[in-house]
């Protein structure tokens, strides 16, 4: 099983901050990565494919990188609509596999 | 508008059985592989099963196996998880959720969610 590893578990960032992500999977998992939001309550919202393919509905101040075993997640200018927790998983090999998530909280 | 409606879930007893069904609209069924994806009180998410557009090919995760089982009505746009065996560790939100491309197993859409408690 492919363990992804997602730090910080937590990061306090102040509106207008940038934020940023990781995601490390104990083997290469070549582009296949995704990255999700979610809400208190809510189902998760696709955010990226194939680790930099943005989903709809999400703006440019999101961008996705990273190959292999190294992903991040970046959020440009921190929005109140951003504070949330985020998920990578990895689609590359069986079982589909998500990380423990990233809570982004306001500073 | 491109929807998964979820219903089944509830109370039940260990070792109880219980099915849940995922009705999909607004998109070409067949087209895309489904999943059920599962979420513990305060945990993370994970993955507990897929099926391929024609329903020919399912996949479990080792923690489900042998207790769980995926299938689809492609003829009613139809997803379904029988759960059996159930245990206090299944105790989760669980959501369906479509695959965004034929052969590309991100998860673009997904239903409310249902919950699912396993408790004497």
Do not use: H
């Not at chain 1, 440019?60 to 951003?82: P, Y």
């Not at chain 2, 507990?48 to 746009?77: E, P």
């Not at chain 2, 245990?87 to 052969?103: E, N, S």
């Not at chain 2, 249902?114 to 004497?120: H, K, L």
Request: charged share 15%; proline share 4%.
């Amino acid at each position: 099983e492919v363990v992804m590893t997602q730090s910080p578990a937590t990061l306090s960032v102040s509106p207008g901050d940038r934020a940023t992500l990781s995601c490390r999977a104990s083997q290469t998992i070549n582009s296949n990565l995704a990255w999700y939001q979610q809400k208190p309550g809510q189902a998760p919202r696709l955010l990226f494919y194939d680790t930099s393919t943005r989903a709809s509905g999400f703006p440019a101040r999101f961008s996705g990188t990273g190959s292999g075993t190294e992903f991040t997640l970046t959020i440009s200018s921190l929005q109140s609509e951003d504070f949330a927790v985020y998920y990578c998983q990895q689609y590359d090999n069986w079982p589909r596999t998500f990380g423990q998530g990233t809570k982004v909280e306001i500073k | 508008e491109v929807q998964l409606l979820q219903s089944g879930g509830g109370l039940v007893q260990p070792g109880g059985s219980l099915r849940l069904s995922c009705a999909a609209s607004g998109f070409t069924f067949t087209t895309y592989a489904m999943n059920w994806v599962r979420q513990a009180p305060g945990k993370g998410l994970e993955w507990v099963s897929l099926t391929t557009g024609s329903g020919d090919n399912t996949f479990l995760a080792d923690s489900v196996k042998g207790r769980f089982s995926i299938s689809r009505d492609n003829s009613k746009n139809m997803l379904y998880l029988q759960m059996n065996s159930l245990r206090a560790d299944d105790t989760a939100v669980y959501y369906c959720a479509k695959c965004i491309l034929p052969t590309t197993d991100a998860f673009d859409i997904w239903g409310q969610g249902t919950m699912v408690t396993v408790s004497s």
